[in-house]
Structure formats: C-alpha cells, structure tokens
C-alpha cells in the first residue's frame, strides 16, 4: 500500500471519528463496577453467581456491569445490580 493509499485512509478514518464519535465509543469496553462486600465477623467466605471465591470478606472486586447472586458465609443470597462506575456494597450480618 502507498503513502498516498495510506494518507487517504487515515483522512478518512479520522473524517468518520468526528462525523459518527459513537462508533468508536461502542468499540471500547464499559468501565467496571465494584462489589464491595463485607461480613460481621469478618473473614465470612464468597460465592458470585455459584461460583465460590478464595477471597474473603472484607473484600472489593472488580467486576463487569451486570447482574449478580452474591452469598456471603451462610447468609442468604443477594441479588445485586452493578453499573459502571458503580460500587455496590453486600454485606452479612449486624
């Protein structure tokens, strides 16, 4: 490819970056939310969505916008909803 087949390409992609921005905003994953979940006594295990964790409370997780079941030791489990940006707090116990 030419210098000049390359130039035309690049004034073309940046003419269609500024005419159409949301185009490149969809190819850019959404910024993660956070669970921040706790326990009374701490130190209470973690299972998402039926999957156990190795972490324990107290704990913050990085985590995809979305919908979540949460348990936390032997509590009943907690539908939460995370948005991006978002902290959503779960917590057991008093």
């Known amino acids: ?33 956070k669970l921040f979940i706790t326990s009374k006594p701490p130190g209470a295990s973690i299972s998402i969505n039926g999957t ?3 972490e324990k409370t107290p704990v913050t ?3 995809v916008p979305g919908a979540y079941k ?5 509590c009943a489990e907690q539908p939460v909803t995370v948005a991006s ?3 959503k ?3 057991c116990g008093q």
Do not use: D, H, K, Y
């Not at 970056?17 to 185009?23: D, K, T």
């Not at 949460?70 to 032997?74: L, P, Q």
């Open 1 to 33: 490819m030419g210098a000049n087949a390359i130039a035309s390409a690049s004034r073309i992609l940046l003419c269609c970056a500024f005419l159409f921005p949301q185009l490149l905003a969809s190819q850019s994953p959404a910024p993660l939310g």
């Open 52 to 54: 156990p964790r190795n």
């Open 61 to 63: 997780l990085a985590v």
């Open 70 to 74: 949460v348990v936390i030791g032997t």
């Open 85 to 87: 940006g978002e902290t």
């Open 89 to 91: 707090e779960v917590t």
